[in-house]
């Protein structure tokens, strides 16, 4: 009699998959039903829509027309209207001038234009400024003779959810919830939870933010003394991660007490620190270095928040300290048994959870250039609702780094497309809620359906 | 002249689960005031049939017949309706209400309807004293033995007018002396025409209580026959379906020098003054009654807990343990007595249990290469004769006597020196339990130096080269049970386990 020997289950089943990747199936279709439901008439105002149009009148009108250009007074429509001179220049055409300004000022150049003896074919201008009035057909009759015609870049319809502002903007607001969740992720397998996290953000803007301004130089700070001041602020939290982790495993206190303590005494030190409750400015230039730093567009948040995600991973499936966490979480007392240093680890993970939301706090302070002691209310909630939503178990022993990331997004990409729809916020916080719910009772239905004998990988 | 209907009558019972067919076309017949056997190894069927008479699952195919009415049993609420109980191994009791609040708990009242504490009381005692309980019913449930539990889980049983009740392994949490209070409750039930199926893996208990007996093996029903015309030989037979030579294989290990020395071991009451001596390539028995200070001897070597005094030794080195990991690093390792709660994570896969104390053989550099992890896994489940379907499968779904091969094999990895199995084969059935014993002697043989905590007379007498009686915390007697000349019997053990005369020494039999 021998044992058969194991193969791996490789069939690929629909079933699996459904299972293995639900949450991000419910992304993808959250994200094809707001999409479906905010496609618009898109007028693009860039400067290569600015030279396409410049083309597109060259095509049509051969070198002979005299073109004068029309835009806003904004930087984003002087470089349209430059690409299209520009364009034009190179082309052979004439460009009569270039107004960028008010309905009176285009009108006003074009008929100082005109008497000044020179031919005006062509307006080239975008669809915001070709509705203005003193630009219909009729109007321009009175001023002209001659006929002008006014062209535009050609508009499109596309999902307004769907463009790469909107997305990464997305990305870029849910990075703090999102970094948060990595750390609430770990302290949740292992059947914990810590409500100290938007107050430990709060503290960790306020620590910045003061000891800028009182030890680290004030407005002659430098690069080198707000990375420091960043340094204090993450070991301040990670203290409190500390001392959570201590009186749970060493006091026996249950997390859900210990961390609700923490989370009124992290505030309170917030609002005294600060000396009241209005934001501590920081002089020092150097302090939104960190924020407005990015690759290729990418802000520099959402690079730290993918880079912090890609390590949680790594360290929770490849490599001891994340097995025990997950065996913790299972069941301490088999855990213990079996040699793991249960305590090291309950203490790990909240030291990791406060750091997280240091994180988020530096973070913080350099978006909005202040440490402010509101910061962060409520997110505690939403940070849990993001590891729920992710398919990780209030029961501990089960999930995964990247369900989270998922669950963060989830909740982003709802909260997106309601401001789209024009919600309210108040409705708002009930579909918010709501569709919380829905995502957690399909797991759970997901769960019964399917033959759970095997642990998914 | 009429012909008065079976009380019970299961026909043509068949269930399948995703990729296992559980039972297939079982039929049983119960009379009133009879006992019913039914035995089978783990994963026969026994649970599904009576999770499917108790309404809990629904079967696929065959009918119920009650007093030779057809019923369906959709659900638990059901099922007691028609005056069928369960009395599952784990106790449904709420142990911080009282006796007889849990006595009349569920029992369909309307809920805001005022409980006169006076009536729950007298016919808590009538109840008690139907199966002849002095349990007073306003003692909480967290102050009862285990013994006294079950007691009142029947009482609870009958105050719902039970006709049939099940009950699944009663006895596998109780000292002998307990146990036989419990087949008196089962002899009065009897005789008040009350139907018992009565599931048990101790074939000493069926000889001394079944009218009949009838075996599952694989989903499938073998046999059912009147008790007196089953040998004990037969019933293992046909529950394993070959013959076994004999229930315990034979002993042939040569014992060396000491390994493990045990002295003066204390901890607050429950263990006080122990000392013993466990040598290489010995197996040394631990018997006693529940609560006789056993489990907690056993972790106290683990470092489970602390002792307040003693010394222990291992190849004599004295050993400071302050924790399990210490005493893993040190080699020793212990086989919990519940493998469900404190030996694996139940929701993990298997893997991933043989591996968590074992995972710095399985790193490299800090990262777990999982390969290794797998083929070394692989490696236990082939010597071993682990049965499972996937390394990810979860613990849970393992029956008992692979769950304790993959408890084992987690610590032959970590090559442990001293193995402590707490009631190693509890819940294991013929079949596992006698690969089981094969282990413990080649480890033995080996050179590690084996204790085994155990309940079952006959696994200490048959496996054991010396055994240690505990009574109360202390040690007895330490009797020698490798010389063939004067065999310990069952009766010498209970002498020492129950001897009413403190004793100042220990018996020690001379090795």
Excluded at chain 1, 121 to 132: E, K, P
Excluded at chain 2, 61 to 90: M, W
Excluded at chain 2, 301 to 317: K, M
Excluded at chain 2, 444 to 455: F, H, L, P, V
Aim: charge should be neutral; charged fraction near 20%.
């Amino acid at each position: 009699m021998t044992a058969p020997k194991i193969t791996p289950t490789k069939k690929w089943s629909l079933k699996k998959q459904i299972v293995d990747h639900g949450m991000l199936l419910v992304l993808l279709l959250l994200c094809a039903a707001i999409s479906a439901l905010t496609v618009t008439d898109i007028h693009p105002e860039d400067p290569a829509a600015g030279r396409q149009l410049a083309k597109l009148a060259l095509q049509k009108y051969g070198t002979d027309p005299n073109v004068l250009i029309v835009v806003r007074d904004t930087a984003a429509d002087r470089a349209f209207a430059q690409a299209i001179n520009d364009e034009l220049v190179t082309g052979g055409i004439n460009v009569v001038g270039i107004v960028s300004g008010t309905p009176r000022s285009a009108i006003l150049q074009l008929t100082q234009t005109l008497a000044a003896g020179e031919n005006v074919d062509v307006i080239a201008t975008h669809h915001f400024a070709s509705q203005w009035e003193v630009l219909n057909v009729s109007r321009l009759a009175q001023v002209s003779e001659k006929p002008i015609k006014v062209i535009r870049p050609p508009s499109y319809r596309w999902p307004s959810f769907l463009t790469k502002n909107n997305l990464l903007s997305i990305l870029n607001q849910n990075a703090p919830i999102a970094i948060m969740a990595i750390g609430m992720t770990l302290v949740i397998i292992t059947a914990g939870i810590d409500l100290s996290v938007g107050s430990l953000m709060a503290l960790a803007a306020v620590v910045t933010a003061v000891s800028l301004r009182d030890y680290l130089g004030g407005t002659e700070a430098n690069g080198g003394a707000v990375a420091l001041a960043f340094g204090i602020a993450m070991l301040v939290c990670a203290v409190v991660g500390a001392v959570a982790g201590l009186l749970i495993t060493v006091f026996k206190i249950p997390p859900f007490v210990a961390t609700l303590g923490l989370m009124m005494v992290a505030r309170g030190a917030c609002y005294i620190l600060a000396g009241g409750a209005d934001a501590v400015m920081i002089d020092a230039p150097a302090i939104s270095s960190l924020y407005d730093a990015s690759v290729l567009g990418v802000s520099s948040q959402i690079i730290l928040m993918v880079v912090l995600f890609i390590t949680a991973h790594v360290v929770m499936t490849h490599t001891p300290f994340g097995r025990y966490v997950y065996a913790v979480g299972g069941n301490v007392s088999a855990a213990r048994l079996s040699g793991v240093p249960v305590m090291a680890v309950l203490i790990s993970v909240y030291i990791v959870c406060g750091l997280c939301a240091g994180v988020a706090g530096v973070l913080d302070a350099s978006h909005f250039l202040t440490g402010r002691p509101k910061a962060g209310e409520f997110y505690e909630l939403q940070v849990i609702a993001a590891v729920v939503v992710g398919g990780t178990s209030l029961m501990g022993g089960e999930g995964k780094i990247f369900g989270t990331l998922i669950g963060a997004l989830i909740l982003g990409v709802i909260q997106n497309g309601l401001n789209m729809a024009g919600v309210d916020s108040y409705r708002q916080m009930v579909i918010y809620g709501a569709l919380i719910l829905v995502a957690v009772v399909v797991d759970q239905l997901k769960k019964k359906v399917i033959n759970p004998g095997i642990v998914s990988q | 002249m009429l012909v008065t209907p079976p009380l019970l009558e299961i026909e043509g019972l068949t269930k399948s689960y995703p990729g296992v067919r559980a039972l297939s076309d079982v039929s049983l017949t119960l009379a009133r005031g009879e006992v019913l056997a039914l035995l089978g190894e783990n994963g026969a069927g026994k649970s599904t049939l009576i999770k499917t008479l108790g309404g809990v699952h629904q079967s696929d195919r065959g009918s119920f017949k009650v007093d030779g009415d057809r019923v369906t049993i959709a659900n638990p609420r059901a099922a007691r309706g028609l005056g069928i109980s369960i009395i599952y191994q784990e106790f449904t009791l709420i142990p911080t209400l009282k006796v007889r609040e849990n006595i009349f708990l569920g029992h369909g009242r309307h809920w805001l309807k005022p409980i006169s504490q006076k009536t729950e009381r007298t016919r808590s005692i009538a109840l008690l004293n139907r199966i002849g309980s002095q349990i007073d019913p306003d003692k909480l449930c967290s102050e009862l033995s285990v013994a006294d539990q079950q007691v009142v889980e029947i009482a609870k049983a009958l105050a719902l007018n039970t006709k049939i009740m099940v009950m699944d392994e009663p006895s596998a949490a109780l000292s002998p002396r307990e146990a036989e209070g419990l087949f008196d409750i089962v002899a009065e039930l009897r005789s008040q025409e009350i139907g018992i199926i009565y599931i048990t893996h101790r074939l000493n208990e069926v000889a001394q209580l079944a009218d009949r007996i009838m075996i599952l093996r694989d989903g499938e029903h073998i046999t059912t026959q009147p008790a007196v015309d089953l040998s004990r030989d037969q019933i293992i037979e046909n529950m394993v379906g070959r013959s076994l030579a004999e229930e315990f294989p034979p002993r042939c290990s040569v014992i060396g020098e000491p390994r493990l020395q045990v002295d003066g071991l204390t901890r607050g009451t429950a263990v006080k003054n122990v000392s013993f001596t466990a040598h290489r390539g010995e197996v040394l028995g631990i018997a006693g009654l529940v609560g006789a200070g056993r489990t907690e001897v056993a972790r106290m070597l683990f470092a489970a807990d602390l002792p307040d005094q003693g010394t222990i030794t291992l190849d004599g080195v004295v050993l400071k343990l302050k924790s399990p990991r210490q005493a893993i690093a040190a080699g020793i390792c212990l086989l919990t007595e519940d493998r469900k709660s404190q030996g694996l994570i139940l929701t993990q896969s298997t893997q991933h249990n043989f591996g968590l104390p074992n995972l710095a053989d399985f790193s490299s550099k800090g990262m777990l290469v999982h390969r290794r992890e797998r083929n070394s896994f692989q490696h236990y489940c082939d010597t071993l004769n682990i049965r499972i379907s996937d390394v990810h499968q979860r613990a849970e779904t393992l029956s008992g006597g692979n769950q304790q091969k993959v408890v084992l094999a987690k610590w032959l990895q970590s090559t442990a020196d001293v193995i402590i199995f707490d009631e190693p084969t509890r819940g294991i059935d013929v079949g596992a339990r006698y690969e089981i014993y094969q282990l413990l002697n080649e480890l033995s043989e080996q050179g590690k130096a084996i204790i085994m905590i155990s309940s079952d007379l006959s696994e200490v007498l048959a496996m054991s080269d010396r055994i240690v009686v505990m009574r109360e915390g202390q040690v007895t007697g330490i009797l020698d049970n490798k010389s063939s000349q004067q065999k310990v019997t069952p009766e010498d053990i209970m002498r020492y386990a129950t001897s009413d005369q403190s004793q100042e020494q220990p018996v020690v039999v001379p090795a």
